[in-house]
């Protein structure tokens, strides 16, 4: 779970993820340009501070650019109803801009946010999508292949994450910690691939990726693979050890089922896999997701799978549109997982104990040098 979501779990329906899900599928061109003047909307995020130069664009492809003249990190919000994120962008460092393009079809009332500190609901303000997009499935077939390839891949892993989190699952039932410690990281792997398509449904993923410090209304436990991973690794089982179990594997066949008719677009796809690197930068190269059992780094592989995963869907367009960055992509890809490498063990990898801050400073550089071709993918495939 990103600390976005976590910082805002409170807000209900909050989710790191891509972009909520449009109610169709628009794998059109976008049609209603950037912005009602035609380019992208500037935004300027201070600490007190968030000015949306426009309150108010056509639907269909709309480009923020974000530019922190705070002096803390920020991030950026398109929030539709019940805080349904169409599109947010994170980690925007003082002095920094960063472009968010969001696809968004329908007209109506959303809610742009700046979050200075990455904490809170952030500064709030009203904007208007005018009239709707264009939704032509078939223009292009490229694109819609695209989304229909990364939807098996996804259904391909949840037929993996529901038997692998049920053998968990099972292990803590029967007190079986050193078996349930096995399978936490195992398990974990098939769910961080896909937590952006997790995070799009808002209310699963704080439910099965929680930490124990997030902020929930009163009343909302902690629960999820962090509470049990706490239980095996530092309090042992508790007497509601059971129920937790239970609980996670509701919520994962509760994902598996609305997984199978969710419909994603190609800037979803290409948001979340950068919200995957966001998700490597700011919780596994911290340490800070699995904190009591340090098998941060299967997460980091993961999330790099992931976010591998939606780029290779889309790689037909992005050849089609810039083939300058499908080589780059690969080439950056390949780098860091020739450095996870040097960190397996077995099956798995070293604990994040054991890493030293020269080993995090290289993770840390070949995720950012990662990031920045990802980055320019929902461009590409938008243009
Ligand atoms: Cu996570």
Same mark, same amino acid.
């Given at each position: 779970?990103?600390?976005?979501?976590?910082?805002?779990v409170?807000?209900?329906? @909050?989710?790191?993820?891509? =972009?909520?899900?449009? =109610?169709?599928?628009?794998?059109?061109?976008?049609?209603g340009?950037d912005?009602?003047?035609?380019?992208?909307?500037?935004?300027?995020?201070?600490?007190?501070s968030?000015? $949306?130069a &426009?309150?108010e664009?056509?639907?269909?492809k709309?480009?923020?650019?974000?530019?922190?003249?705070?002096?803390?990190?920020?991030e950026?919000?398109l929030?539709? !109803?019940g805080?349904?994120?169409?599109?947010? $962008?994170?980690?925007?460092?003082?002095?920094?801009t960063?472009?968010?393009i969001?696809?968004?079809?329908?007209?109506?009332?959303y809610?742009?946010?700046?979050?200075?500190?990455?904490?809170?609901? *952030?500064?709030?303000a009203?904007?208007?999508?005018?009239?709707s997009a264009?939704?032509?499935? %078939?223009?292009?077939?490229?694109?819609?292949?695209a989304?229909?390839?990364? +939807?098996?891949? $996804?259904?391909?892993?949840?037929? &993996?994450?529901?038997?692998?989190?049920?053998?968990?699952?099972?292990?803590?039932?029967?007190?079986d910690?050193?078996?349930?410690?096995?399978l936490?990281? @195992?398990?974990?792997?098939?769910?961080?691939?896909?937590?952006?398509?997790a995070?799009?449904?808002g %209310?699963?993923?704080?439910?099965?990726?929680?930490?124990?410090?997030?902020?929930?209304?009163?009343?909302?436990?902690?629960?999820?693979? +962090?509470?049990?991973?706490?239980?095996?690794? @530092?309090d042992?089982?508790?007497?509601?050890?059971? =129920?937790?179990?239970?609980?996670?594997?509701?919520?994962?066949? %509760?994902?598996?089922?609305r !997984?199978?008719?969710?419909?994603?677009?190609p @800037?979803?796809?290409a948001?979340?896999?950068?919200?995957?690197l966001d998700e490597?930068?700011? *919780?596994?190269?911290t340490?800070?997701?699995d904190?009591?059992s +340090?098998t941060d #780094?299967?997460d980091?592989?993961?999330?790099?799978?992931?976010?591998q *995963?939606a780029? =290779?869907?889309?790689?037909?367009?992005?050849?089609?549109?810039?083939?300058?960055?499908?080589?780059?992509? %690969?080439?950056?890809?390949?780098?860091?997982?020739a450095? #996870?490498?040097?960190?397996?063990?077995g099956?798995?990898?070293?604990?994040?104990?054991?890493?030293?801050?020269?080993?995090?400073?290289?993770?840390?550089e070949?995720?950012?040098a990662?990031?920045?071709?990802?980055s320019?993918?929902?461009?590409?495939?938008t243009?």
């Amino acid at each position: 779970m990103s600390r976005t979501s976590r910082a805002a779990v409170r807000v209900t329906t @909050v989710i790191g993820a891509a =972009a909520a899900l449009a =109610a169709c599928t628009s794998t059109a061109p976008p049609s209603g340009g950037d912005a009602a003047g035609g380019g992208p909307i500037a935004v300027t995020a201070a600490d007190a501070s968030c000015d $949306v130069a &426009a309150a108010e664009a056509p639907a269909g492809k709309i480009t923020f650019s974000v530019r922190n003249t705070g002096s803390k990190i920020t991030e950026f919000y398109l929030y539709g !109803t019940g805080d349904r994120i169409m599109g947010e $962008v994170e980690n925007i460092g003082p002095g920094l801009t960063r472009d968010l393009i969001v696809e968004v079809p329908d007209g109506g009332s959303y809610t742009t946010a700046c979050k200075p500190g990455m904490v809170g609901d *952030g500064i709030r303000a009203p904007f208007t999508v005018t009239g709707s997009a264009t939704r032509s499935v %078939d223009e292009n077939t490229r694109l819609a292949e695209a989304t229909t390839g990364y +939807h098996r891949w $996804v259904t391909s892993q949840i037929e &993996a994450l529901v038997p692998k989190t049920q053998e968990f699952v099972d292990a803590v039932k029967a007190g079986d910690v050193e078996t349930a410690k096995a399978l936490f990281p @195992v398990a974990r792997t098939y769910w961080e691939r896909i937590e952006p398509v997790a995070e799009s449904f808002g %209310d699963i993923d704080p439910k099965i990726d929680g930490r124990e410090d997030d902020e929930r209304d009163a009343g909302v436990q902690f629960t999820g693979y +962090h509470r049990l991973e706490k239980d095996l690794w @530092v309090d042992g089982l508790q007497a509601d050890s059971p =129920a937790m179990a239970d609980q996670l594997m509701a919520d994962i066949r %509760d994902l598996q089922s609305r !997984t199978a008719t969710v419909e994603l677009t190609p @800037v979803q796809l290409a948001n979340g896999a950068k919200e995957l690197l966001d998700e490597v930068a700011t *919780g596994k190269i911290t340490g800070e997701e699995d904190r009591y059992s +340090h098998t941060d #780094l299967w997460d980091f592989k993961a999330n790099v799978e992931g976010s591998q *995963g939606a780029v =290779a869907s889309l790689r037909p367009v992005i050849d089609e549109k810039d083939p300058t960055l499908g080589p780059v992509l %690969d080439e950056r890809f390949a780098a860091v997982d020739a450095l #996870l490498e040097e960190y397996r063990v077995g099956d798995g990898y070293r604990l994040y104990t054991e890493l030293t801050d020269e080993d995090k400073r290289r993770m840390a550089e070949a995720v950012d040098a990662l990031g920045e071709p990802v980055s320019q993918v929902a461009g590409v495939v938008t243009s």
